[in-house]
């Protein structure tokens, strides 16, 4: 199976309540990625897991945590959701330094906070 | 400071026409490009690929070409589908260093191909 899968597709929240949102894949890849992606606007990198050391985007840093339980899982969890975290949430993976270093995405989650 | 730009936002061509898409950028330590491909509902997937030692990557009705020193590329699209009808993002990262893998997007384009 050579795909990422993301759960849920859809997911709706309340203004302050926490969001989990979860990624998986099967091919070893060394390193997982979150995409935040608004409507006419570039993805946007949130942050990385490689291997288990996680890295967050400064301008996110305070915005969203993760964790990697081991190497297929990584989540992406906000503590307290805002109007402004309605987004397409993207997850990749991919093997850092491979000759094909282009990260595969998922699906996505459609987050909409209300 | 957008360091990924495409254009145009949005390109209408006919069936059996070229599109030619458009991507520059600013970060001199970029030296991996891939495009991707996605159709609505769906998440982006990779379209084809090219790494700065190159100038010219083709893979099907699909070519890049690649200006290094203008920092330069243009994804073209022969023989235009309307099963190509999809937004297209020209994505840029460094394959090595501490930025490895990370890739920065830019806005996209919207390609329509009419029958």
């Known amino acids: 199976d050579t795909t990422v899968k993301q759960n849920p597709r859809y997911k709706l929240a309340r203004v302050g309540k926490p969001v989990n949102l979860i990624c998986s894949q099967t091919m070893n890849h060394d390193t997982m990625y979150w995409y935040q992606k608004k409507p006419n606007q570039a993805p946007k990198l949130l942050l990385f897991?490689?291997?288990?050391?996680?890295?967050r985007e400064a301008d996110t840093f305070e915005k969203f945590q993760s964790s990697r339980p081991n190497n297929s899982f990584c989540s992406l969890y906000i503590g307290s959701a805002g109007l402004e975290y309605s987004a397409m949430y993207l997850c990749?993976?991919?093997?850092?330094?491979?000759?094909?270093?282009?990260?595969?995405f998922g699906e996505g989650t459609r987050l909409s906070v209300l | 400071q957008q360091q990924v730009r495409q254009s145009p936002q949005s390109l209408t061509v006919w069936e059996g026409e070229t599109a030619i898409l458009n991507c520059s950028y600013e970060d001199s330590t970029f030296n991996y490009f891939p495009w991707y491909q996605q159709f609505p509902g769906e998440g982006p997937a990779l379209l084809i690929s090219i790494r700065s030692v190159s100038d010219k990557k083709e893979d099907g009705r699909f070519t890049i070409f690649f200006n290094k020193r203008e920092k330069k590329l243009s994804l073209h699209i022969t023989d235009s589908q309307p099963g190509d009808s999809a937004t297209y993002f020209c994505a840029a990262s460094a394959l090595t260093g501490a930025n490895t893998g990370k890739l920065t997007f830019g806005h996209g384009t919207i390609l329509r191909v009419h029958p």
């Open positions: 897991y490689y291997d288990k050391i996680l890295n």
């Open positions: 990749a993976s991919s093997t850092r330094g491979g000759c094909n270093q282009a990260p595969l």
